[in-house]
């Protein structure tokens, strides 16, 4: 689900009513107990590609910040301010990157697509929807990728954004985001709520696949209620221990990597989690990706890692706490309201 845009959104902060609020690193609930090292290296996977005058120290510093986590907790604080940014509670959820079975060519087994980005299809333009996509409107030009088992891998594969396809000539392809169809996306588990078919502690994506499975025709009429179709493309050279590529052009690490919305939180900047819940988070990580769903300054979906545990994982998540930003000092303090 991770929507890539350009990395000039990660040089700046778009102007917002959202409230800004500085904190000391001490009011950050278990920060002395963090790997701050595990996250500086994921924070130096994307550093290079901010490019504004004030990052580029920043940057060069985290380079040779040293590899204890002692050194990388003291360039964090000695190179940032933590700011809240709106009002907690926060919402997390959790993403991953399937791993999936599939086939070059249609057959009895593997009989549902996904698409290349049809070559006509502009940014921001507004695209047949996925009703009519499903239906068969792009059929026979040839932008089949691969083709899988059933609908439901294909609808959450385009929620993830990314993936890994074991062919049944055992290559395995990894894909990600080339593009949307200009709809807006939908929320399948608030349609269920809705409804009335569901709960809102009961909605989970596990429940969500259980549920279209059990029900093939009312379920697929269920997930056409999201508009929003993604497309992909197919990622080479892309090392089997790395993790997907994000909205920043690099690749995204497991419990390190967060999806945000760029409107509010610069793609690259660290982010501070305080997730509640059955299993609490209280850890660094960096903005380095975006999605669809994720909206507002108080918004974060985590990344879990690849395959069915880390799927198993993500999809329970919903849970609140807050998150808090460290920022450049100068951008710190340019946050905050005037006197």
Known sequence: MRVVLACLLALQMTATPAPAQMLDFEALEGWPEDNHLAALTAFRETCDTLDAPDWQPICKLAADAGATDASAKAFFELMFKPVLIGQPPALFTGYYEPEL????????????????????????????????????????????????????????????????????????????????????????????????????????????????????????????????????????????????????GRSITPMRSVAIDPAFTPLGVPVWIEKSGDNPIHSLMVAQDTGGAIKGPQRADIFFGTGDGAGDAAGTIKDGGRMILLLPIDRAYAMLPEG
Do not use: C
């Not at 899988?148 to 990600?176: A, C, Y």
């Open 101 to 248: 079975n599939g086939s070059y060519t249609r057959t009895p087994r593997f009989a549902y697509p996904i698409y290349a980005r049809p070559p006509e299809l502009q940014d921001g333009q507004v695209y047949y929807d996925r009703a009519t996509i499903e239906g068969g409107a792009l059929r026979g030009r040839g932008l089949e990728i691969a083709w899988l088992e059933d609908p439901v891998e294909v609808f959450f594969l385009q929620i993830q954004g990314s993936g890994r396809i074991k062919m049944t000539n055992g290559h395995v392809i990894r894909v990600g985001y080339a593009g949307r169809n200009g709809h807006a996306y939908r929320s399948v588990g608030k349609e269920m709520i809705a409804r009335g078919m569901r709960t809102p502690d009961q909605v989970s994506a596990q429940d969500i696949k259980l549920y279209v499975r059990s029900n093939p025709t009312a379920g697929n009429a269920l997930l056409a209620v999201n508009p929003s179709y993604i497309f992909f493309r197919k990622i080479a050279d892309l090392p089997s221990d790395k993790g997907p590529i994000g909205a920043m």
